[in-house]
């Protein structure tokens, strides 16, 4: 049941009307999380909530982890995430999370890579340290540097795991870790023998080269049909005990209304209502990865 437990939050606010603001133009939100929500949808919707309510948001990074665990512990009004809060983590009781959006999980190379297309078996082989050298996929005679994040619970990281072994205690055979995307996808931009992952809206504003995975580029077409196999819900998440927890929900509502999913859809991001045939293919692909694990 923990698989669609966090569907009922989202129902629950979808009933509710999108009720008109009082008073609330003086209130200003702090929303906290990843670098990748950021950029692929909260920005521009914070933007349209502003004009729309008066109400303004401060928007901060820091990643997916500082998000919810700011929620958790009343430091940010919202926490924008990529990745689910973990079940038992005392850090992240108490949090509510919504999924707004559909993101993917990309493969980026340096430009001047003459690879354009990688398959997701070699992908996991190359996480797991079986592919050690570009030549043993069609690249040159040159050791692979697999950049990865640093720790287990980043939501790329996480996410990561999730998708391509069904296992978030995974080990990656990294040649570096980074404490957040950013320094990576800098780091791959730079070195012609590197490879990581990361979200695709962050992704598209570096020079860095994104492979294609499967024959499948991360269009927004394939992204919201599932064509292309990695993606993951992008989540806002609140503490229903935050003194603007009602401005908070309307934000959310506004989020999944057709105004808010016209300004996701503007960043080139599948809105989460626009992609709810994901779910089912969620769960095949799980299966599926658990059968893959026979890679060890």
């Not at 009933?15 to 603001?21: A, H, I, R, V």
């Not at 398959?119 to 592919?131: A, V």
């Not at 049909?225 to 935050?242: E, H, I, S, V």
Request: hydrophobic share 40%; charged share 25%.
């Amino acid at each position: 049941m923990k698989r669609i437990t966090w569907v009922l939050p989202l129902l629950a606010l979808l009933l509710l009307p999108l009720e008109p603001l009082i008073a609330a133009e003086s209130v200003t939100l702090r929303w906290v999380g990843c670098g990748i929500s950021k950029k692929s949808y909260m920005t521009a919707l914070a933007k349209a909530y502003t004009a729309k309510t008066g109400v303004k948001i401060d928007i901060q990074g820091g990643g997916a982890t500082r998000g919810i665990r700011e929620v958790a512990a009343d430091k940010a009004d919202i926490g924008g995430s990529c990745r689910r809060f973990m079940w038992g983590a005392s850090e992240e009781r108490g949090v509510t999370m919504i999924p707004v959006a559909w993101d993917a999980l990309v493969v980026i190379v340096n430009e001047n890579n003459p690879l354009d297309n990688i398959s997701i078996e070699d992908l996991r082989k190359i996480y797991l340290g079986q592919i050690t050298n570009w030549k043993e996929i069609g690249g040159a005679d040159e050791p692979i540097k697999l950049f990865a994040r640093k720790g287990k619970i980043s939501g790329v990281g996480r996410t990561a795991r999730k998708l391509l072994f069904d296992n978030y205690d995974q080990e990656f055979a990294a040649t570096e870790l980074f404490p957040s995307s950013g320094p990576l996808e800098q780091g791959i931009e730079t070195d012609v023998a590197a490879i990581g992952m990361t979200g695709v809206s962050s992704a598209r504003k570096r020079k860095v080269k994104i492979l294609e995975l499967n024959d499948k580029s991360p269009s927004y077409e394939n992204v919201k049909t599932g064509n292309y196999l990695l993606y993951r819900p992008l989540y806002l998440a609140y503490n229903k005990n935050n003194p603007n927890a009602d401005i908070i929900k309307n934000f959310i509502q506004f989020a999944d209304s057709l105004e808010g999913r016209e300004a996701i859809r503007s960043n080139g991001t599948v809105p989460y209502l626009e992609g709810l045939n994901l779910l089912k293919k969620k769960l095949q692909e799980s299966r599926q990865a658990q059968r893959n694990n026979g890679l060890h």
